[in-house]
């Protein structure tokens, strides 16, 4: 009976790029992330600036 045996150098090329790839995709999920909070806090901080005019607004129309 014939044993058929892993060609080492075959399977330690495929173990390195898989493993490549999924280090690329982490990579780029973590990069998406960061750009998502910049987003948010970008976003809050124009809710805040808008909830500031509003008020100084309302005081200008109330002291006029």
């Known amino acids: 009976m014939k044993q058929e045996f892993v060609n080492w150098k075959i399977f330690i090329w495929a ?8 280090s690329i995709s982490f990579g780029m999920i973590a990069s998406a992330q960061m750009k998502a909070d910049g987003a948010y806090q970008s976003i809050y901080q124009i809710k805040t ?3 500031v005019i509003k ?10």
């Open 49 to 51: 600036d808008i909830e």
């Open 15 to 22: 173990i390195a790029i898989i493993l490549g790839l999924f």
């Open 55 to 64: 008020n100084d607004v309302n005081w200008i129309k109330n002291n006029i």
